[in-house]
């Protein structure tokens, strides 16, 4: 008598109860119970930096298109190779816009407004007030509005469609450097982009002209906030150390853009950079002293919502997001 081992019995039970199965509608009804939603998950994000509470906001995702556009300068095969390796996309770059207000239970400071009414980059983009309500914050609640830099990224949501301030009992703080470039009549007919570029830092500026106070390198800006000058992407470009008791930050602006190509490498010159050079210098003097510091991050620019650390490796630095949920 030939006899059956019991793996035979198990596994030719199972691929009967597989057949049967098959023949039955999948989880015994035909739609399931939950609908795709296409719900977003919220664009905020809240953490501590010390004592205060800071709430990142996101003013929606800038596309860019090839790579190559923004590093016209940089050999396209290692482009589309750090990117790949970092499995990212190779012929689009995307760049999230990430602003940050920080509650130090004395002021509201928000550091950078977003791209405003304008939307140049389409509809998903200028989310920053909607975005702000919804995570529990109102604009007249704003007593600082900081600015790294007068790029149409970064300054057009100080006013809105009205011609009024958004942030109406905010005081403005801008580098003088960065506010007599962008704001230079004389450039505001200039060709391409930096004509447009002039004339939204006018608009969005100029009529607030009374209520700015102009950021000094190694200053106080506001109590717990410092400004660090990183010229280079533009002529005052300002970075912004924050500090509460051991806690440290830093809200780097545009001193990187994208948290491979930049970190990986430092000294790549960026097609909006006012002077190249001299933002790589910068780009690479600030990376080393974070890195050496090891001062937390919160980049206007890398994947929402852009809280991290960066750490020295090879040439370059690495980008280590912070766990979702922990503090800096």
Same mark, same amino acid.
């Given at each position: 008598?030939?006899?059956? @081992?019991? /793996?035979?019995?198990? =596994?030719?039970?199972? *691929? %009967?109860?597989?057949?049967?199965? &098959?023949?039955?509608?999948?989880? #015994?009804?035909?739609?399931?119970?939950?609908?795709?939603?296409?719900?977003?998950?919220?664009?905020?994000?809240?953490?501590?930096?010390?004592?205060?509470?800071?709430?990142?906001?996101?003013?929606?995702?800038?596309?860019?298109?090839?790579?190559?556009?923004?590093?016209?300068?940089?050999?396209?095969?290692?482009?589309?190779?750090?990117?790949?390796?970092?499995?990212?996309?190779?012929?689009?770059?995307?760049?999230?816009?990430?602003?940050?207000?920080?509650?130090?239970?004395?002021?509201?400071?928000?550091?950078? @407004?977003? /791209?405003?009414?304008? =939307?140049?980059?389409? *509809? %998903?983009?200028?989310?920053?007030? &909607?975005?702000?309500?919804?995570? #529990?914050?109102?604009?007249?609640?704003?007593?600082?509005?900081?600015?790294?830099?007068?790029?149409?990224?970064?300054?057009?949501?100080?006013?809105?469609?009205?011609?009024?301030?958004?942030?109406?009992?905010?005081?403005?703080?801008?580098?003088?450097?960065?506010?007599?470039?962008?704001?230079?009549?004389?450039?505001?007919?200039?060709?391409?982009?930096?004509?447009?570029?002039?004339?939204?830092?006018?608009?969005?500026?100029?009529?607030?002209?009374?209520?700015?106070?102009?950021?000094?390198?190694?200053?106080?800006?506001?109590?717990?906030?410092?400004?660090?000058?990183?010229? %280079?992407?533009?002529?005052?470009?300002?970075?912004?150390?924050?500090?509460?008791?051991?806690?440290?930050?830093?809200?780097?602006?545009?001193?990187?853009?994208?948290?491979?190509?930049?970190?990986?490498?430092?000294?790549?010159?960026?097609?909006?950079?006012?002077?190249?050079?001299?933002?790589?210098?910068?780009?690479?003097?600030?990376?080393?002293?974070?890195?050496?510091?090891?001062?937390?991050?919160?980049?206007?620019?890398?994947?929402?919502?852009?809280?991290?650390?960066?750490?020295?490796?090879?040439?370059?630095?690495?980008?280590?997001?912070?766990?979702?949920?922990?503090?800096?």
């Amino acid at each position: 008598m030939h006899e059956t @081992s019991p /793996v035979s019995l198990s =596994r030719r039970a199972a *691929l %009967g109860a597989l057949g049967a199965a &098959a023949a039955l509608p999948l989880f #015994g009804r035909a739609e399931a119970a939950a609908p795709i939603t296409g719900i977003r998950a919220p664009d905020w994000y809240r953490l501590r930096i010390g004592e205060f509470e800071a709430t990142v906001v996101q003013d929606g995702p800038l596309a860019l298109g090839e790579p190559a556009g923004g590093f016209p300068q940089h050999p396209r095969d290692d482009l589309t190779s750090l990117l790949r390796s970092n499995f990212l996309p190779t012929n689009a770059l995307t760049l999230d816009q990430n602003c940050l207000f920080l509650n130090t239970g004395r002021q509201l400071i928000l550091f950078d @407004s977003g /791209v405003g009414v304008t =939307r140049p980059f389409g *509809l %998903g983009t200028g989310l920053l007030l &909607a975005n702000m309500r919804a995570a #529990g914050l109102q604009p007249e609640q704003v007593d600082a509005v900081v600015i790294s830099h007068a790029h149409i990224d970064h300054c057009w949501g100080i006013i809105g469609a009205d011609g009024k301030p958004n942030f109406p009992n905010a005081q403005i703080f801008i580098s003088k450097a960065d506010f007599d470039f962008w704001t230079a009549e004389d450039r505001q007919n200039a060709q391409g982009w930096l004509g447009d570029f002039v004339k939204g830092a006018r608009r969005n500026l100029l009529p607030v002209r009374d209520r700015i106070t102009f950021v000094e390198d190694g200053k106080e800006v506001v109590p717990g906030v410092i400004a660090v000058s990183a010229p %280079g992407h533009t002529v005052g470009h300002t970075v912004y150390a924050i500090q509460s008791g051991k806690s440290r930050a830093m809200f780097i602006g545009d001193l990187a853009h994208h948290q491979v190509i930049m970190l990986r490498r430092p000294q790549i010159e960026f097609a909006f950079d006012t002077d190249p050079r001299l933002s790589a210098q910068s780009r690479l003097r600030v990376l080393r002293m974070l890195a050496q510091e090891r001062m937390g991050i919160v980049a206007y620019h890398f994947p929402f919502p852009g809280v991290g650390h960066v750490a020295a490796e090879g040439e370059g630095f690495g980008w280590y997001p912070a766990p979702w949920g922990t503090d800096l």
